[in-house]
């Protein structure tokens, strides 16, 4: 591949600045039908703030959803950053020679039927390859289900979401999947920078993305869904340089036989031997997750989290049961529960109980307040045997006292006034965001995570605290993922990658 | 241990049905004070549609949330079936004997401060024992969360909680999570028979809850945590005869090191070797689970779900990412995912565009609408080759159209109506119902249990559909493992565990 002729080196940042934060886009094959990808893909560039111009491109209309419309992006007065293609695939080679001749650099291909649906679209797919090389342009796909850039309000994907600005980039060679993983992250208010579906990857690929995201500052964490790699050693190197400054997160699909098989048809990539691809993802510092759940789950942590120097973690529950289930998981997962010494050990003698068990997991056994578990979190936090502390248990009680409530309120007499227990309410929430409050800012002054597993079913919950993000999980055996997961890539900052 | 002097044989069945259904119930230690245990209790007890006689029991007080308070069980006029306490450790011998008098034949002990308390508090915990042989009687705990019935709408918990009446019966050895995965039960809808923290397990073990649960006709599937067990040969035994019934899952704590001493120090039981457990487990037809969410999602199937012959998988997925993701995981959980053949393939062929994969898992690629997802999965569903369907990506996109919906509005001109809208949202809904409805259908017909993948990120969902329940996740992994443990189950009662 003669990438410069097809400008993916050199000026790639300029052009993929120009793609994604485009100050004027044109929408061809825009469409006022509901439900075409046309109308999905207009509607969610015009539903936002995006503050751009924007032209849609349709012969047969004289406007579209309120804007004017174009026969043919040469009628567009003006530049043009981007094209955004919703139209039958035969019609992209025209289309995209328009732009050539229109002067537009950048297009983002969303139209299927190339490599994908067989031997026909896979010539059509060299074609319109070929036509972007010699005019100088670039284009994401075909096959994508589009393209958003949360700082600048621009969504080119037929699911348009809210999404909180953020520090979060994510990179999926599956449109459904990444735009699942996009609603998660707008959902739990994880905070996005760029959404990119590489789709068929005919010009721009994966690796060309984390270039790309590697040069931008605003990009703080990379998660990527990726089926096969065109060229492995290239994304190596690439990717070798960026983990050295920020995270990148992996879920590398085809790890057994059938998926392998289904991923090669799937984008028409060559999955290669998952073995090989895991020895590469470590060699390059970059973590490798599981599932989809698990890479929002990492992502959110690695997004707002510090990263811990390594895998000591100390815990700290409210009942036995828990400590365990977290405990089991630690050792699977590599990370170490170092016993109490005599220092913490007197610390903690002073906060509880005689009876306590005096072992990490920390058992705060019975009653307590809020102070008492903060002064715990905190002692286990600042303990220089440990890099990581979870707290399981003291978030999420409001939930319990809310159905406690509903509870009481069909006694009869109703003994206790409702100002009584909105004030019991009013108190736990209160006491509840003075740990979350405190965690947060112990997170910061120790610089070691802190992940909260709370009571409810809700699974990730991200809180701002006033001194940064906290997270809560809903099962210990999430938050001992995250934590290990962050353990290994701090050991890797450290040279210490095991 | 002379199991026959205190009722644990003989007379199990009928002495646990006092305990868990009781006509009428004291509460030792009732209170009138926010926040004590004693007023949780009385509260979980009163205040939802209990209909038994409650008596609080305080000698200080005339009157508890409404109801008259007596001095001692031994004023309560007529008889009494059990007592729930809520006192100081060192009082519980007297209360015992004080029940004996009065001829109440079982407790909950709740109180704390035994053997998990130090010698002084194990020596306590004998002489309960001791005290309960002598008078016949039997008691749960201490140093348990209580117990519930839901068709009796009898709750004994410090966390009550609305619960819909159902067959899944929950037995925890440790309080906390055993009120979570309570909680997260009535959350999910999945519907509670019997719950029992077991706590100590001084005189009832959890292998006497099981016995008991077995007997029992309407509890169609059991849910235990344990951490570790007095008599294994016992328990392999009851629970031997039990799973050829009914569904028994397990999630045993303790596999690590940590885990395991802990496990020893919580409830003071003896954690043995986690191998010996799994070894026990397998040979006893026991379903095994690694996590408390695990735990709740596997229950909630085999509660509500047919059992599948085998491990034959097909899979229906709306995008390839979703469907390497789920084929990924059914090679790491033993399941097999059949090739199409040529009979199935001329089924799906009639149904879908012409290059269509003619793999297992089926991707639909592109549009289509309910009928004819319901027809893939019904010609899958039908197969001879497959035992059991999972469907990825078709249900929940209603809150994609939401949040397009949301979108849209922001549009100037306000281009469709609101009555539009809501028309395609209902439109949307009413697709997705029909689905869902299909899927129940199918799955009566059929006898093999469909488990959909939704787009949401709510976690396990139960559906009711008119014809049974349909569960839905939002990760394809999350379905594979629930239909990997059932098909072992449905093999183990094919005599073809594995």
Known sequence: MEHDSTGKRGDLRARLDRMFFPGSVAVVGASDVPGKWGNLILTSIIGWRYQGKVFPVNPGKE????????????????????????????????????????????????SSGFKEAGAEGKALEEEIVEIAR??????????????????????????PTEIHPGGLAIVSQSGNLGLQILKWTAHKDIGLNIYAGTGNEALLTAGDLLQYLGQRDDVTSVAMYLEGLADGREFLETARTITRKKPVIVLKAGRSKTGSISA?????????????????????????????????????????????????????????????????????????????????????????????????????????????????????????????????????????????????????????????KLAALKGQIQSENRILSGIGRLQKETGKPIVAVSLTDTGLSLIDTGHGKVISLSSPEQAVTIIAHMARYGRYLRDKWD
């Open 63 to 110: 406007s579209i959803l309120g804007l004017k419309a174009y026969p043919s992006v040469l009628d567009i007065p003006g530049d043009v950053d981007l094209a955004v293609f919703a139209i039958p695939a035969r019609l992209i080679p025209d289309g995209l020679r328009d732009c050539i001749r229109k002067g537009i650099s950048a297009a983002v291909v969303i």
């Open 264 to 420: 090669q048809s799937h984008t028409g990539s060559l999955a290669g031997s998952y073995a090989a691809y895991c020895a590469m993802f470590k060699q390059a510092g970059i973590i490798q997750v599981r599932t989809p759940t698990e890479l929002l789950n990492v992502a959110a942590a690695m997004t707002h989290l510090p990263v811990p120097r390594s895998n000591r973690l100390g815990i700290m529950t409210m009942g036995g049961g828990w400590g365990i289930v977290a405990a089991d998981e630690c050792e699977d997962s590599g990370l170490v529960l170092p016993e109490l010494t005599g220092e913490i050990i007197s610390r903690l003698d002073g906060l509880l109980p005689d009876y306590w068990n005096r072992r990490n997991p920390v058992d705060v056994v019975g009653e307590g307040d809020a102070d008492m578990y903060l002064q715990i979190i905190e002692a286990l936090a600042r303990w220089e045997e440990v890099d990581a502390v979870i707290p399981l248990g003291i978030v999420g009680r409001s939930g319990y006292l809310e159905d406690f409530i509903a509870c009481q309120e069909n006694i009869d007499g109703k003994l206790y006034s409702r100002e009584l």
């Open 134 to 159: 010699q005019g100088g342009m670039t284009f994401i796909g075909p096959n994508t289900m589009g393209i958003a850039s949360a700082h600048h309000f621009f969504e080119a994907i037929p699911t």
